[in-house]
């Protein structure tokens, strides 16, 4: 049997979206290649890469708060926006039963967001407020994905969680301008927040031309941005204090 004849082996490498010409033309016929095969080869690359810097863009935070046990400066409120993003996200997208490549980046944030908030929780000296939360997201989270809730309501939920995204940015950069540190943020993931966004931009530019998702994920690498600077020049200005206080002892 020919592998390119088998739908169920071109669907277990992950073509699953692209009609069967295209497949043809992509994995025999490369000199020839169709624009809208290469647009298909494109997106797909291109979501796979979101899914990949979305793996480990919140990594960098997780190990800091862990290593120096400590979640000074991190909002809670901020933090809590963001789950609330990407888990409206993977609701809505797994009750349409969209191709992991156009959201799975979501749902590793819902993870990742998860284990900030339990952390932050655990580390501003409320253990048990930790556990609970996780039981209550569990269970918010189980009837989300069932097929209890109307489409509707999910397509709104999902809606909501886009200005989320830059609420969350807003409230945090606030913290740090009011606190004049930025405390347990991690420098390096919010850069890879910025790279995540300018991917997602990309796409929606290229493939949706939806201007509500253009102008969002702008104004959320304006953000991103903005939060870098701030823990760049923050722990700048942190530096020589923590060198005059070694001097002098």
């Not at 699953?16 to 497949?23: G, I, K, Q």
């Not at 095969?37 to 800091?64: D, E, N």
Request: hydrophobic share 45%; charged share 10%; net charge positive.
């Amino acid at each position: 049997m020919n592998v390119f004849d088998s739908g169920t082996t071109l669907k277990s490498m992950g073509y699953v979206e692209t009609p069967e010409l295209c497949y043809r033309e992509i994995l025999q016929k490369r000199p020839s290649m169709q624009g809208t095969c290469w647009f298909i080869v494109f997106t797909k690359v291109l979501g796979y890469f979101l899914i990949g810097s979305a793996t480990i863009s919140q990594i960098p935070q997780i190990f800091k708060i862990l290593r120096r046990r400590n979640a000074s400066g991190v909002s809670f409120l901020s933090m809590l926006l963001m789950l609330e993003s990407s888990s409206s996200s993977v609701a809505y997208s797994l009750s349409k039963e969209y191709p992991i490549n156009s959201w799975g980046e979501n749902l590793v944030f819902m993870l990742q967001n998860v284990i900030l908030v339990c952390l932050l929780l655990r580390y501003n000296q409320r253990p048990l407020a930790s556990l609970s939360f996780m039981i209550f997201y569990i269970v918010v989270m189980i009837v989300l994905i069932l097929p209890v809730i109307p489409s509707d309501i999910l397509f709104f939920i999902n809606i909501v969680g886009l200005p989320a995204i830059g609420a969350s940015r807003v409230i945090q950069i606030y913290t740090n301008h009011k606190n004049k540190s930025s405390g347990q943020l991690s420098a390096a993931s919010t850069f890879l927040c910025i790279v995540h966004s300018c991917g997602r931009l990309t796409t929606s530019i290229v493939i949706t031309k939806d201007w509500m998702m253009i102008l969002t994920f702008l104004q959320v690498i304006v953000l991103n941005t903005i939060l870098t600077c701030q823990v760049l020049y923050y722990r700048r200005n942190a530096r020589p204090k923590t060198q005059n206080k070694v001097a002098t002892s």
